[in-house]
């Protein structure tokens, strides 16, 4: 059975910095392309930034650009979202998802729980 | 950017009653290997998304074949036949062509 865990979700004050984790099992994860989507209740589902099968090539949402860094230890089957300079509007449920597909192009075919972060002084 | 733009229903839905779930986009997703990169989730309440279909027509694994996708380039319809309980919630499209972009999602509520 796919299972993705999100953790270190959170409150921060903006300006700071988060990590997000995502713990992946029940397929081989090396071989998936893998995603961080976010959703809020005005906004609803944003992609925020995926990564491809051995980390070589990451592709983010205009709006984190330079400030968030998705990255992946396919040892450990965990990927991660290095959130940098965060503002309020990245204030959102964090989504970590697996695609479809090894390349481009892809859909998601799971998701995990989410996890909150929150960014507010 | 692609932009994705969904319907509305006419909730309360009746039990057993056929519903489509209209999704336009403002790009063809129709690429140059002849799939069109066009997903559909489900969200219902108080859980995450789950995924439907992909390439448009294509029902994701253990998918009820009561989901079915269809559409052309830039317009598509997700049918639900015979609406049951399980099937409350919100309906996403989603494009795959260029990066991702969501529709704003479409509640489906039932009678």
């Known amino acids: 059975e796919v299972q993705l865990v999100e953790s270190g979700g959170g409150l921060v004050q903006p300006g700071r910095s988060l990590k997000l984790s995502c713990a992946a099992s029940g397929f081989t994860f090396s071989n998936y392309g893998m995603a961080w989507v976010r959703q809020t209740p005005t906004k609803g589902l944003e992609w925020v930034a995926s990564i491809s099968t051995g980390g070589g090539n990451t592709y983010y949402r205009d709006s984190v650009k330079g400030r968030f860094t998705i990255s992946r230890d396919n040892a450990k089957n965990t990927q991660y979202l290095q959130m940098d300079s965060l503002r309020s509007e990245d204030t959102a449920t964090y989504y970590c998802?697996?695609?479809?597909?090894?390349?481009?192009?892809?859909?998601?075919?799971?998701w995990g729980q989410g996890t909150l972060v929150t960014v507010s002084s | 950017d692609i932009v994705m733009t969904q319907g509305a229903l006419p909730n309360p839905v009746p039990s057993g009653e056929s519903v489509s779930i209209t999704c336009r986009s403002s790009?063809?997703?129709?690429?140059?290997?002849?799939?069109?990169?066009l997903n559909w989730y489900l969200q219902r309440p108080g859980q995450s998304p789950q995924l439907l279909i992909y390439?448009?027509?294509t029902r994701a694994s253990g998918v009820s074949d009561r989901f079915s996708g269809s559409g052309s380039g830039t317009d598509f319809t997700l049918k639900i036949s015979g609406v049951e309980a399980e099937d409350v919630g919100v309906y996403y499209c989603?494009?795959?062509?260029?990066?991702?972009?969501f529709g704003a999602g479409t509640k489906l509520e039932l009678k």
């Open positions: 790009k063809s997703l129709l690429y140059s290997d002849g799939k069109t990169y």
């Open positions: 390439w448009m027509s």
């Open positions: 989603q494009q795959g062509l260029e990066l991702y972009t």
């Open positions: 998802a697996r695609q479809g597909i090894r390349g481009p192009r892809a859909w998601f075919a799971y």
